[in-house]
């Protein structure tokens, strides 16, 4: 439910200790799906704030904070250059990117005591050192959730089935697809280049909600595009880029059809 991600770093046991020091130093960049980045394209703004940086001004989240529990962080800022996308090359598009690092952190991880990273937005109204502190729960009870969302799935459907299952697994499978806005459930036509599409939406809402029994997340789907129709005609995308495109004379067949 949260724009962000976490990792946790967790050594295997070892006859002679687990115990091992970490080095991590995270890759920034500030850009949409559809382009690559190079120096100069955005000036990060970096506050270090004990085991967190928080980058300011990003324009993606207004504060993306980089956030590592128990771990001593080096500012050392530095831009890492030509990445190089091998798949990008593949299909003949831009394929090398410039990367910013604020610096690294140091930590020393085991198995009975695990590293816990996250990246994402900076909560309103917390501390730093309260989020540093509440990170391993954070991290367990979304972990707890997730696990809770996916049995619900499962649940759904309309035989059932459990998740060794080849339907278990489908139903799991096109769940990646199912995406949450701010007035309800949508779906995303593919990673990671595509948003909300109207025809990509109705051909794949049969399969992915109605098979599923997800009925309630396919009354929030059709009411979205409804919503959005202009003469009858639903957007083919919507909202990408901040504007919705109506140049599809088939995605409202396909709705009619779903």
Known sequence: GSPGVFCRYMPESRPWG???TLVARPLCNYRSYHHTARVGRWEPLVHVAGAAVVIEAHPACGSLLLLFSGAAFE?????????????????????????FSPGSFTATVSAASPGYFWAGPLPAGKSVEDLARQLPDRYEESRRM??????GILRSQPVRTGLGSVSGRLALAADQFVIKRSSGASIIAGYHWFGEWGRDTFIALPGLLLCTGRFAEAREVFLRFCDRMRGGVVPNVLDEGGESLYNSVDASLWMVEA
């Open 146 to 151: 997730e696990a809770r969302r996916r049995r």
């Open 75 to 99: 500012p050392d800022p530095k831009w890492y250059y030509n990445m190089i996308y091998p798949e990008e090359t593949a299909r003949g598009l831009d394929d090398a990117e410039d990367h």
């Open 18 to 20: 687990d115990a091992v």
